[in-house]
Structure formats: C-alpha cells, structure tokens
C-alpha cells in the first residue's frame, strides 16, 4: 500500500512558476513508476507527465512539453513537477499517482487526494 500527499499548488499568475511536490509513504517509490494528472472543473482528468522508476524516461503532454519537467528522488521518496510559464488553461487540481509507466490514468493503483492551482490573467 502507498499513500501519496500533494503540495505546492496554489494561486499565481500567468507567466509564473510553481513546483508541485508528491511524498510517498507506506512502500519506497523505487518500486513505481509515477504520472501527474490534472482535472479542471467540468472535465476529465488528463495525464500531464509520468517518470519511470528510475527516472531515467519521461513523458509529457503536448500541452505542457517544454514548459512542465517531472523529475524524482527516490531517496526521498519525492516526485516533482516543476512548472514554468504558467497559462490560465492549467487551472486544475493537480493529482499524482503511483504504478506502471503510462499515460493512462486507470493503469495507476494509487492516487492522492490533489492539490489545486489556480493561474490568473
């Protein structure tokens, strides 16, 4: 079992910068590959960048490529999502997940409960 706890969200403005921290407890998250999704109101959640165990591949959404980076320290235990030049389209809650190495939100098996962002114009 792996609980997973969200920080970092926020309200900032377009433009700017926020870093998204994901912790891990209950097993090491060496055992997992992890994905950030994101759901704004009155949609689906969409996957925004997942990061092999190792690290050593990622993904991302073309809506965030090259301006999103996860990244992770499974020392400890910690997976980032490091955003930069912010748009108001990425308001959402943000979640991150735990399982195999995918785009596809049902093959994760453990979630947190998200962490809002809010970007103004």
């Known amino acids: 079992q792996v609980q997973l706890v969200e920080s970092g969200g926020g309200l900032v403005q377009a433009g700017g910068s926020l870093r998204l921290s994901c912790i891990a407890s209950?097993?090491?998250?060496?055992?997992?590959?992890m994905g950030w999704f994101r759901q704004a109101p009155g949609k689906e959640r969409e996957f925004v960048a997942a990061?092999?165990?190792?690290?050593?591949?990622?993904i991302y959404a073309d809506s965030v490529k090259g301006r999103f980076t996860i990244s992770r320290d499974n020392a400890k235990n910690t997976v980032y999502l490091q955003m930069n030049s912010l748009k108001p389209e990425d308001t959402a809650v943000y979640y991150c997940?735990?399982?195999?190495?995918?785009?596809?939100?049902?093959?994760?098996?453990?979630w947190g409960q998200g962490t809002s962002v809010t970007v103004s114009s």
């Open positions: 997940a735990a399982g195999p190495y995918s785009p596809r939100a049902r093959e994760y098996e453990y």
């Open positions: 209950g097993r090491t998250l060496s055992s997992y590959s």
């Open positions: 990061i092999s165990w190792s690290g050593s591949r990622t």
